[in-house]
């Protein structure tokens, strides 16, 4: 397999960045418009940021079905334990703090 193959086409590039535009836009246009309520417009921004993260993930960084080991696979998800465990610890401080002042 050549170091070609491994990489998208222009065709997929333009895709992945067309949704990633547009994956943008619309929590933005939902927040300045005051178009849904607040826990709406919550999950409506999470859920747009999830689809961006797979957008993210399958057209530029080519996290895809292969033949080869899934070390990148592996490694996204240790990744992704971390942040949750960072993110998550850094919520918990920060509502502790504010129980306490």
Do not use: C, R
């Not at 070390?71 to 240790?78: D, G, S």
């Not at 610890?89 to 502790?96: A, E, H, V």
């Amino acid at each position: 397999m050549s170091q070609h193959e491994n990489h998208g086409s222009g065709k997929s590039y333009v895709i992945g960045f067309i949704l990633s535009i547009v994956l943008t836009i619309i929590p933005l246009l939902l927040v300045l418009n005051h178009i849904l309520n607040k826990g709406i417009l919550i999950f409506s921004i999470l859920a747009m940021a999830v689809l961006q993260l797979f957008v993210q993930l399958f057209f530029f960084m080519h996290v895809k079905d292969g033949e080869k080991p899934h070390y990148h696979t592996m490694a996204l998800i240790l990744g992704a334990i971390i942040v949750f465990t960072i993110v998550g610890g850094s919520i918990w401080i920060m509502s502790f703090n504010s129980q306490v002042h």
